[in-house]
């Protein structure tokens, strides 16, 4: 009997993992037009014409949208969170010249995408920690005398507030470390600047 009950409790977490992991992130990529025939031509464009955050511009951007179908469930007037499926579509901006590059600009302007890729598929790897970090605590969320379920909509508003300034935080140290002097991004854009 022990082994039974064993493996009902194996199999039930099993089950809630596999029910937490069924969804995916959609990840896009969404280019700006640059233009330019060498790399310091080319980071001049993405001056002119990188997305702009805050008072400037940048070379490249992570976004996401995110929405929930929550099951609030009253039971005994009280209200638990039964499950939260996020849909998560993460969209990444880069730049994209206009135009065929001569072959070594070509070959400099391909390392210095591929790293800016890389660097905002990190944003990307940390937005979707987050949503899991969420999702972790969302289901089975509950609140005690909460017929109407506001009470448990309210626990979960505290939640995200602190896990989206978590995740808005590693963003901002992670970019500080890459385009610090001597930081990756800042070779990769002295290497395309320098050819």
Known sequence: MRVCGLVLTVA??????????????????ETYTITGQS????YRSIGERGPKIGMGRVIAYTDFKLTWRR?????RG?????????????????????????PQ???????????VTAH??????????????IEAVSVGLSAENDPKCQKVR???????????????????E??????????????LVLALVNG
């Not at 009280?78 to 010249?97: E, H």
């Not at 309210?154 to 901002?172: D, F, I």
């Open 105 to 115: 600009t070509r070959q400099s302007w391909e390392t210095f995408i591929a790293g």
């Open 39 to 42: 790399g310091i031509e080319l």
């Open 154 to 172: 309210q626990k979960l508003q505290e939640h995200l507030g602190a896990l989206s300034q978590e995740q808005r935080r590693r963003g901002r």
């Open 120 to 133: 905002e598929r990190v944003h990307g790897e940390f937005i979707v920690e987050m949503v899991r970090k």
């Open 71 to 75: 099951d609030y469930q009253p039971r």
């Open 78 to 102: 009280n209200c638990t969170l039964a499950s939260a499926k996020p849909n998560l579509v993460i969209t990444y901006r880069l730049p994209k010249p206009s135009q065929t590059l001569p």
């Open 12 to 29: 039930a977490v099993l089950a809630a993992g596999a029910a937490r992991a069924e969804w995916r992130a959609t990840e896009r990529v």
């Open 174 to 187: 992670f970019d500080r470390e890459e385009m610090s002097d001597g930081g990756n991004v800042h070779r």
